[in-house]
């Protein structure tokens, strides 16, 4: 069993960055895939970007290129930097693993979860 906490939401401004991060307990994400999604008010949960085993990483369109998943399996920890913050990214913002190791866009195939963190962005 995996534990997944997330940390690092809150309030910014139009243009800002936040980093969000996830800490794992219970078991080693060494071989774990890990993933962002996010939740708008009134609206199903969606893809931001996941990282594989070994590294590799997607993203949803609308974050390419503003947004950075990265991990770091010495300190059991996936992380989002989100950079070039906009109105639209304000959501509760998920951290998800999966046993088999791949990136995955898709929420099913992710076995755990975390409790989600609020980001606000204001315009």
């Known amino acids: 069993q995996v534990q997944l906490v997330e940390s690092g939401g809150g309030l910014v401004q139009a243009g800002g960055s936040l980093r969000l991060s996830c800490a794992a307990s219970?078991?080693?994400?060494?071989?774990?895939?890990m993933a962002w999604f996010r939740q708008h008010p009134g609206k199903e949960r969606e893809f931001v970007a996941a990282i594989n085993r070994n590294g590799g990483r997607l993203y949803a369109d609308s974050v390419l290129g503003r947004f950075t998943i990265s991990r770091d399996n010495a300190k059991n920890t996936a992380y989002l930097q989100m950079n070039s913050l906009q109105a639209e990214d304000t959501a509760i913002y998920y951290c998800?693993?999966?046993?088999?190791?791949?990136?995955?866009?898709?929420?099913?195939?992710?076995?755990?979860w975390g409790q989600g963190t609020q980001v606000t962005v204001s315009s």
């Open positions: 998800a693993a999966q046993g088999s190791g791949w990136a995955s866009r898709l929420a099913g195939e992710h076995d755990y």
């Open positions: 219970g078991r080693t994400i060494n071989n774990l895939g």
